[in-house]
Nanobody, 117 residues
Framework: QVQLVESGGGLVQAGGSLRLSCAAS????????MGWYRQAPGKQRELVAA???????NYADSVKGRFTISRDNAKDTVYLQMNSLTPEDTAVYYC???????????WGQGTQVTVSS
């Protein structure tokens, strides 16, 4: 079993920045990919960014150039630095862990990010 604990969400004005953190514990050896999905009201959950244990990353087109994912394997923690936030980034952000960004075995509890205009 893997457990994920998220932190760092909140309210920010458009153009501002936030950093999300997600710490994993438990059977970490089973985890290759970690990252973030988000779900806005009335919309499907979508992949935001993912990072493998080897350091490969991928991003949604909508966040490229604004968001940066990083991973500290020694701390089993993944970070999402979000810059130049817009109201369209408002959503609940869910940390995930799994074999890949599409084979998810564990979800975090979700953290709200709200960007005001």
């Amino acid at each position: 079993q893997v457990q994920l604990v998220e932190s760092g969400g909140g309210l920010v004005q458009a153009g501002g920045s936030l950093r999300l953190s997600c710490a994993a514990s438990g059977s970490i050896f089973r985890v290759n990919a970690m990252g973030w999905y988000r779900q806005a009201p009335g919309k499907q959950r979508e992949l935001v960014a993912a990072c493998t244990r080897g350091g490969s990353t991928n991003y949604a087109d909508s966040v490229k150039g604004r968001f940066t994912i990083s991973r500290d394997n020694a701390k089993d923690t993944v970070y999402l630095q979000m810059n130049s936030l817009t109201p369209e980034d408002t959503a609940v952000y869910y940390c995930f862990a799994g074999f890949s960004a599409t084979i998810v075995t564990t979800w975090g509890q979700g953290t709200q990010v709200t960007v005001s205009s």
